[in-house]
Every structure is written in structure tokens, then in C-alpha cells.
């Protein structure tokens, strides 16, 4: 089991950005074609920007034209969690961080080979941590 990384609103408040905390707090989207990797093809690994666990590969991500970086998997089985979402009476599956239930955006069934999945995720939501 992954040890559960819990913080209290003030403390997250304290941590992230304004903007980084209405997006993983608060399940906010940024604006698309906005976010700074949306289209870095920069090799490393995707880390959440509220805890630092990994959450997703460049190995893994495509260029989705959406203006979110896309990725088809996340890095590891258990490294990001779903749920369903119905706010603003539309059903959609919520990608969040399986470590601190952060906010990372939405799962949608139209992705490329293997999977068919596009995993469409807030830039503000990740750190990239560059390959060496
Ligand atoms: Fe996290």
C-alpha cells in the first residue's frame, strides 16, 4: 500500500501557488494551450506538484492538440487515482494523485495505441523532473 501524503487546507494553501492550489485543491482547470508543459517534450518524469510522487513519464506523452499535456499511462498502476466526476452536469472521470488525492484533470476514451486512453492533465498540477 502507498503511504497517504495528508495535508490540511492551510497548509496546502501555504505550499502551493494560488493558482497551483485552485487547480489540485480545488479540481480547477487552467486555460488550455496556457500551461507550461503542454507541449515540452523535455525526457524526465512527471512529479505532482503537491507531493512530489511520481505520476507520469515524457516516455508516455502525445502531442493531443487539446492544449493539456496528454499522456496515454501513467507511469506506474498505482500512481494515479479515478474517479467519476458529474460536476457541471457532465460525467467525466477525474484523474487524481493516488498519493495526496490532488487534482490532476480527466481521463477521456479517445487516446492513442496501447491504451486508447488520454490522460489530460494541468500543467500546474505536475513538475517535470528532467532526465540526466
Ligand atoms: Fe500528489
Known sequence: ??????????????????????VIRKKGTERPFTGEYNDSKTAGTYV????GAEL????????????????Y?????????????????MARTEALCA??????????PDGPAPTGLRYCINSLSLKLIERS
Open 56 to 71: 507520469f513519464s515524457s516516455d508516455h506523452k502525445f502531442d493531443s492538440g487539446t492544449g493539456w499535456p496528454s499522456y
Open 48 to 51: 505532482c506538484a503537491g507531493c
Open 1 to 22: 500500500m502507498r503511504e497517504k501524503v495528508t495535508k490540511t487546507e492551510a497548509e496546502w494553501r501555504e505550499q502551493l501557488s494560488p493558482k497551483q492550489y485552485q
Open 99 to 108: 498519493t495526496c488525492d490532488g487534482h490532476l484533470g480527466h481521463v477521456f
Open 73 to 89: 499511462q501513467p507511469i506506474g498502476d498505482d500512481a494515479v487515482a479515478i474517479d467519476e466526476d458529474h460536476g457541471f452536469g
